[in-house]
């Protein structure tokens, strides 16, 4: 892998790209801020640092407090802060791929920083600093208009991207086959989620989301964070969890049960499995997260069906009814990058208007859904189908009209299996897709 070139060409596509929002808004430069490195309250102990996501887009490393400064025709500068300190460890600049790119300037402190931008005018900044950007005179609430355009910029992703999202992929996997292996040795959520971790050689501080591992019934919840230590033996484990490259982080879940689990199940994971599979060799340009989600909805209504979690009823009037919202009540997917539910998702254009799909925000079945956007070539979007039984939405429907179609007998079984959910990112081409993750994870 090439880093150096991918990343120069990476540079100087967003050069390009932000030097045309920057002249159309009447802007000399754009300042991004590294992010705070911050305390809790009262408290002499940090957070977990993060760095802002666009300073992410331009620079691939940790750099609390310092700023980046672009204007167009130079090279960017890094006002990079690394303290003389004997308590902490300083910032490093980490691996050398990128810095050629960069007029690099090491000060001492966060005010050192800020009198790097002293010198020049008509700056527009992007941080969680605002005070003393707004003291120096850097404009902070530039048009909505500004900001959606360099979000809409960060939704058709460079080679260094996409490079960066497949290494991520690479380590993910290896966590995702031994916790797989620890599920069937009989491992609590905690023994697969240390063994995810020890696999994939990232800390937890580094990954790009909190991991959700789920042993049986704990799977109908969607964001369960806990890893318990008790129980073991399960026998369902779902497990949604990632990896970060350069503060790129995949989004990969599955979902594995025992040999002896019930058999209905075992169907519905595998029937999960396939439609997912299936969805994902529909997306392509031309086709939108709407029609993807849709889509979703019709085979989960078919596979209900086949299952016989559902009877007497069809699978057109299930869907005409609402009734497969109880068991996928979340979206098929987003866009995925430097946040793992990334910018842009309900843009419509690089302007920022709303997608002319809002009202489906209104609508039960698609309320949830985090991307209304047609796919383009270039953009990353994640395709995560999911069947769940979930007490809280099954309950609506154990009295009144609706309830003759559900199999209750069976459901009662399946609640105590939690849900099941599989996950790949997918990187659409002019062509169609390729998917990101099947290359290294079954
Ligand atoms: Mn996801």
């Given amino acids: 892998m090439n880093w150096q070139s991918l990343f120069s060409d990476h540079i100087g596509t967003r050069k390009k790209t932000t030097e045309k929002i920057l002249i159309e808004h009447g802007f000399n430069g754009l300042v991004l801020d590294g ?3 911050d305390y809790y309250y009262e408290d002499d102990q940090s957070w977990t640092y993060r760095p802002n996501h666009h300073f992410s887009h331009w620079c691939p490393i940790d750099a609390p407090w310092s700023l980046l400064v672009f204007l167009p025709g130079r090279k960017p500068i890094l ?99 031994a916790a797989k292996k620890t599920f069937e040795s009989g491992g609590s959520e905690r023994d697969i989620y240390l063994d995810y971790l020890n696999a994939t050689g990232d800390l937890e ?66 029937g999960v499995d396939q439609l997912q599979q299936d969805i994902c060799a529909l997306a392509a340009p031309g086709k939108s997260m709407v029609d993807l989600h849709g889509m979703a909805h019709e085979k989960i209504a078919a596979l209900l069906v086949k299952v016989g979690v559902f009877k007497g009823i069809s699978e057109s009037d299930l869907l005409a009814k609402g009734l497969t919202n109880t068991f996928f009540p979340h979206g098929i997917g987003h866009m995925l990058g430097i946040f793992v539910h990334d910018v842009a998702g309900k843009q419509r254009n690089a302007d920022g208007d709303p997608a002319p799909t809002k009202h489906l925000e209104q609508d039960p079945r698609y309320k949830f859904l985090r991307s209304h956007r047609d796919l383009e070539s270039g953009n990353v979007i994640t395709v995560e189908p999911g069947v769940y039984f979930i007490p809280m939405l099954l309950d609506v429907h154990r009295t009144g009209a609706t309830s003759s179609y ?21 990187f659409i081409t002019d062509k169609g897709h390729q998917n990101l993750t099947r290359p290294f994870l079954q």
């Fill in 205 to 270: 501080r580094e990954l790009p989301y909190s991991s959700i591992v789920c042993l049986d019934e704990k799977a109908a919840i969607l964001h369960y964070t806990k890893q318990r230590k008790a129980p073991r033996h399960g026998k369902v484990l779902l497990i949604d969890a990632g990896a970060q490259t350069n503060r790129y982080g995949c989004d990969i879940t599955r979902t594995h049960y025992q040999k002896d689990t019930l058999k209905e199940f075992k169907d519905i994971v595998d």
């Fill in 35 to 37: 992010g705070k490195a």
């Fill in 406 to 426: 559900f199999n209750w007998t069976l459901i009662d079984q399946l609640v105590r299996l939690g849900g099941v959910r599989i996950e790949d990112d997918i």
């Fill in 79 to 177: 006002l990079f802060v690394s303290p003389q300190d004997y308590w902490h460890d300083s910032p490093e600049l980490g691996p050398e791929f990128w810095q050629e790119e960069f007029e690099i300037k090491i000060v001492g402190s966060e005010q050192d920083a800020w009198a790097g931008v002293k010198a020049f005018t008509k700056l527009v900044y992007h941080g969680s600093r605002s005070a003393q950007a707004k003291d120096l005179g850097l404009e902070i609430q530039p048009a909505n208009k500004f900001w959606a355009q360099l979000n809409w910029a960060r939704s058709f992703k460079t080679p260094y991207e996409i490079a960066c999202l497949q290494d991520a992929t690479k380590k993910s996997a290896r966590g995702h086959s």
